[in-house]
């Protein structure tokens, strides 16, 4: 079992920045991929960005690269994505996930193994 917790979200003002980080426990995660998704009400949840633990391959969709890095701290067994030029299409809740032997590319909403109890990100115009 992996336990993944988020912290971070809150209220920032359009083109703010905001760190989130998922604090993962349980076991080691050398075989995994953790990523990012986000959900708004009414809407699928969409996913954002992951990393590959093993190599720290990232990948991201399109509307947010560039704006958003994922990384992750070995040591600390943490995923950290910071945001950055925040728009109100970003106001979500964000959730943490993992997938054992998955990839950044892999790691996809249908496949996750767990996830995060998530975080409210709102971003105001």
């Known amino acids: 079992q992996v336990q993944l917790v988020e912290s971070g979200g809150g209220l920032v003002q359009a083109g703010g920045s905001l760190r989130l980080s998922c604090a993962a426990s349980?076991?080691?995660?050398?075989?995994?991929?953790v990523g990012w998704f986000r959900q708004t009400p009414g809407k699928e949840r969409e996913f954002v960005a992951a990393?590959?633990?093993?190599?720290?391959?990232?990948a991201y969709v399109p509307s947010v690269k560039g704006r958003f890095t994922i990384s992750r701290d070995i040591a600390k067994n943490t995923v950290d994505l910071v945001m950055n030029s925040l728009s109100p299409e970003d106001t979500a809740i964000y959730y943490c996930?993992?997938?054992?032997?998955?990839?950044?590319?892999?790691?996809?909403?249908?496949?996750?193994?767990?996830w995060g109890q998530g975080t409210q990100v709102t971003v105001s115009s």
């Open positions: 990393i590959t633990w093993s190599s720290g391959t990232t």
């Open positions: 996930a993992a997938k054992r032997f998955a990839s950044a590319v892999t790691l996809r909403g249908s496949s996750v193994d767990y």
């Open positions: 349980g076991r080691s995660l050398i075989t995994y991929a």
